[in-house]
């Protein structure tokens, strides 16, 4: 597509469940980024994707969070047994190639809310 | 550890008044710079970037920023604010090391006035 894709664009959850944020970046571009926005707060940058392989995952918030990227394109955010504090706007962003010079596009967020 | 400063978080301006959003970092060297704005329901999109060169760098939609190495600011201004800016902007800075390398500021909600 012409841009960044996420889906869905909104979800309301119980505490507990599962949740599947889904990143479609823009075709071609090998990096993938997803960043977690609280209400108040910035950008908190979660992890990266150099084609399938994420090299840090350590800005994970907990062990609940994790997330794949299969055949260099669509990345999927994994939250188990979600929280209320979980409660945010997740955005993906991607870029041609990995690195802190480039431009970063951004997807319109999935807005999650824990209930 | 690396951050990023706003430190206005909300600034109201009339329409056609000039405009400066503050932003600071902290960082041991010189780091890529980014501005980016948030439009209400958009994606975040890129306005500028500094990574060397020429301190005073011009984006889109008639926004520049100036990088002050003294000060360790980016800061961003527009000579003559349009209403079609009243948005959320974003500061940001790409580090060199390895790990997580993108850092962003608390963002600065911009209102316009007629």
């Known amino acids: 597509g012409a841009g960044v894709s996420q889906s869905p664009s909104n979800k309301v959850t119980e505490k507990g469940k599962d949740v599947e944020l889904r990143c479609d970046p823009i075709s071609g571009h090998t990096a993938l980024y997803w960043y977690r926005q609280s209400l108040g707060q910035g950008l908190e940058f979660l992890i990266y994707?150099?084609?399938?392989?994420?090299?840090?995952k350590s800005g994970l918030p907990s062990d609940r969070f994790s997330a794949e990227r299969t055949g260099g394109s669509v990345s999927t955010l994994t939250i188990q047994r979600t929280q209320q504090e979980d409660s945010a706007v997740y955005l993906c962003?991607?870029?041609?190639?990995?690195?802190?010079?480039?431009?970063?596009?951004f997807g319109p967020g999935t807005r999650l809310l824990v209930l | 550890a690396q951050s990023v400063t706003q430190p206005d978080i909300h600034i109201t301006v009339s329409e056609g008044a000039s405009l400066e959003l503050r932003c600071n970092y902290s960082y041991g060297a010189t780091p890529y710079l980014f501005w980016y704005v948030q439009s209400p329901g958009q994606g975040l999109q890129l306005l500028l970037k500094y990574f060397s060169g020429d301190t005073l760098v011009q984006g889109i939609k008639g926004f520049e920023a100036e990088f002050k190495r003294s000060q360790s600011s980016f800061n961003l201004r527009k000579p003559s604010v349009h209403w079609s800016d009243a948005a959320e902007y974003f500061c940001a800075v790409g580090t060199l090391n390895t790990g997580n390398q993108f850092y962003f500021g608390t963002g600065t909600s911009l209102t316009v006035i007629p």
């Open positions: 994707f150099q084609g399938n392989s994420a090299p840090d």
């Open positions: 962003a991607s870029s041609l190639v990995w690195s802190t010079q480039e431009t970063q596009y």
